[in-house]
């Protein structure tokens, strides 16, 4: 499942991702004595690659854009924590974009991918069903 080329992009840079998320909180931890902040964004930032490699190897059809699903909201709420990390000067601008850019492509990856794995699953992901029913 995880074997086409999008797939494997998104396994190393959600992997690479991982290590810098480590590598930020170890800043942090050292340069600014933050440890509340720092580990939301390492739990979060690590978690992506985490669910991406449990894809791989998904029990069914159905767990492998589920894994991916929660892989997205994962990699959203990382974009959440830098920017506030950011916004609280945490992190300088050019910290900030790096890791951003990151987190957005890889976002990006996810977002193409779980549509692609999944056409039900994908339209629930942007737009909530708001039906009463």
């Known amino acids: ?66 894994k991916l699903s929660i892989a997205l909201k994962e990699a959203n709420e990382t974009c959440y924590w830098i920017r506030l990390l950011h916004e609280t000067g945490y992190l300088d601008n050019k910290m900030n974009l790096s890791l951003k850019s990151d987190a957005e492509e890889i976002l990006s990856l996810l977002v193409s991918i779980t549509k692609s794995a999944s056409p ?9 069903n708001l039906s009463k029913g």
Do not use: C, W
């Open 1 to 66: 499942m995880l074997g086409g080329r999008t797939e494997n992009i998104v396994a190393h840079k959600s992997f690479n991702f991982a290590v810098r998320s480590v590598r930020l909180v170890q800043y942090l931890n050292k340069e600014h004595k933050e440890y509340i902040l720092s580990k939301q964004v390492l739990r979060s930032g690590t978690a992506i690659g985490a669910l991406v490699s449990e894809a791989k190897y998904a029990q069914s059809r159905a767990d492998f854009p589920n």
């Open 120 to 128: 039900k699953a994908s339209k629930s992901l942007i737009t909530p």
